[in-house]
């Protein structure tokens, strides 16, 4: 099932634990009750000191905006990694931080190519590596650190989107499939908070749910649980250029936070 170590150090997360645990015992979770549960999980995201969203620029170190709407702050250097994206940036979250970097990679992929953009990574020899292999070490690039709960659950959905990409040992294949996904990044986006969510509720309420009612319950609440938000991501579109803004500046933190923004409107409510 390969659900996450069960969560319990924020008291924020025990209604919502509570909920996934009693839902989980009346049986099938029907696409109404998955509603309720992935908007009780993205409402908490939203405030959660831990494995949450995380704060967005404008709360971020007082930056804000002039009267012309441009950030006070200088525009900082690094791509992903936790708390690499932005000037000051060791208070930005991991999820935000790895999302602005995926946006710099998919940017760059469509402006110079797909080997241009592995080597300003410094991924130059790919001799001898199948596609899985060259994605997991560009994880490791896009990812950052993996030591806290919240980096693990960022890593777990940054490698499951881009395991998405690697599907066939061909690298050509590879690079198409993320040429392909160059081309409209604000998609690309919405999919990996998409998956953030499911790991946030795998770690914050399966295990509970093993303890409760077994494995097999919980194994089945998690597929259906992972359709509704799949189902749920693939409706929404987005339909903005992205590739010439730059996203390794504050101009990329504002527009990975309105896509959280939108992400924690579409997800948080209850309607299917």
Do not use: C
Not at 94 to 122: H, I
């Amino acid at each position: 099932m390969g659900t996450s170590t069960n969560y319990s150090g924020s008291p924020n997360w025990g209604p919502t634990k509570s909920e996934v645990t009693r839902a989980a015992g009346e049986g099938n979770t029907s696409e109404e009750k998955s509603a309720s549960i992935v908007a009780g999980v993205v409402e908490t995201m939203a405030t959660a000191k831990d494995l949450g969203f995380g704060a967005k620029i404008s709360e971020e170190g007082g930056r804000g905006t002039d009267e012309q709407g441009h950030s006070k702050r200088k525009r900082g250097g690094g791509g992903g990694g936790a708390g690499g994206a932005t000037g000051g940036a060791s208070r930005r979250s991991a999820v935000r931080s790895v999302a602005q970097g995926l946006g710099s990679f998919l940017s760059e992929v469509r402006e110079k190519g797909f080997s241009a953009a592995l080597r300003d990574r410094g991924l130059t020899d790919l001799s001898g590596k199948d596609s899985q292999e060259v994605v997991l070490e560009l994880a490791d690039l896009l990812g950052g650190p993996a030591s806290l709960i919240d980096e693990t659950a960022v890593r777990n959905a940054l490698m499951e989107l881009m395991l998405e990409w690697a599907k066939s040992d061909e690298p050509n294949e590879l690079e198409e499939n993320i040429q392909i996904a160059s081309e409209n990044i604000g998609d690309v986006l919405h999919d990996f908070f998409a998956k953030y969510i499911f790991e946030v509720f795998k770690t914050v309420g399966v295990q509970n749910v093993v303890k409760a009612h077994g494995p097999d319950r919980a194994e089945a609440m998690t597929a259906q649980i992972k359709s509704f938000i799949e189902a749920k991501v693939d409706s929404l579109h987005e339909e903005r250029d992205l590739t010439g803004i730059d996203w390794t500046g504050d101009e990329g933190a504002m527009v990975v936070d309105e896509i959280v923004e939108h992400t924690i409107e579409v997800f948080g409510s209850e309607e299917s």
